[in-house]
């Protein structure tokens, strides 16, 4: 199958929208982790962050076409439970 350059043009575009869209979202991750490690009872920079990512998240899942499902959980959500239990698992 060929592209018109045109079409061409606008998946190259779109290749490198979702890849930008992406490095946010790996970038918030990164930085919610990070505020856990660091600040346990920061509770508003997590939350902060965390709005941010599920932003972020929510326009990477648009990029690529999945849906928003209303009964999936938010990445900070997950990520926090995740957390808890490395916690628990530590003690």
Known sequence: MRYSRSEYAQVLALQEEVSRADGDYQRLRSAYLEITRREPGNEVGLA?????????????????????????????????????RQAEDND
């Open 48 to 84: 902060m962050v965390g709005a941010d990512m599920d932003r972020a998240h929510a326009r990477l899942q648009a990029l690529i076409g999945l849906p928003r499902l209303p009964f999936t959980h938010e990445p900070s959500s997950v990520l926090r439970r995740e957390l808890q």
